[in-house]
C-alpha cells in the first residue's frame, strides 16, 4: 500500500499529538529521552533523504535534528551538572558541528558518524531509569 500525502499528514499529526500527551506526563529523564528519539529519528530521516538522492540542506529534518542539539545543550543545568554538564555541553557542540557539515556535504557517512555519537549517549541515558 503507498502512502498519500494526507496519510503521512495524518500519520504525523496522531504522532505529535502522541507525544504531546506523553511529555505532559513526563518526568525530566523521559523529556530527554524523547528529545534523542526525535533527534534519532531526524538524522534517520535526512540519512533515507540521501539514500534517495535528495539534497538534506534546509529541510526540516536538519533544522529539527540542530534545534535538539540546541535545546539539550542551553537547557544543561551547570550548576547542578558540574562537569558532567559541561562535558555534555561540549559534545552537544561537537554533535551540531557534524551535523552541519554532514549536512553541507549531503554525507551519508557523517549522519551515521552523527547517529552512532547519538545512539551512544541516548544509551547511557536511558540507564538513568
Do not use: C, F
Not at 534517520?44 to 540521501?50: F, K
Not at 545543550?73 to 555534555?88: Q, R
Not at 551535523?99 to 538513568?128: M, P, Y
Amino acid at each position: 500500500m503507498t502512502a498519500t500525502a494526507s496519510t503521512v499528514r495524518a500519520t504525523g499529526l496522531y504522532r505529535r499529538l502522541q507525544n504531546e500527551s506523553r511529555a505532559a506526563a513526563a518526568d525530566p529523564v523521559e523529556l530527554v529521552t524523547m528529545l534523542y528519539d526525535e533527534l534519532e529519528t531526524a538524522v534517520g530521516v535526512l540519512a533515507a533523504m540521501i539514500r534517495q538522492g535528495q539534497r538534506i540542506s534546509a529541510t526540516e529534518p536538519a533544522h529539527r535534528a540542530r534545534a535538539i542539539l540546541i535545546g539539550l545543550d542551553v537547557n544543561l543545568d551547570h550548576e547542578k551538572g558540574g562537569d558532567v554538564a559541561a562535558a555534555l555541553s561540549r559534545v552537544y557542540r561537537s554533535m551540531r558541528r557534524k551535523l552541519d557539515d554532514a549536512v553541507a556535504a549531503n554525507s551519508a557517512e557523517g549522519l551515521a558518524e552523527l547517529l552512532e555519537g547519538i545512539t551512544t549517549i541516548s544509551a547511557a541515558w536511558r540507564q538513568l531509569r
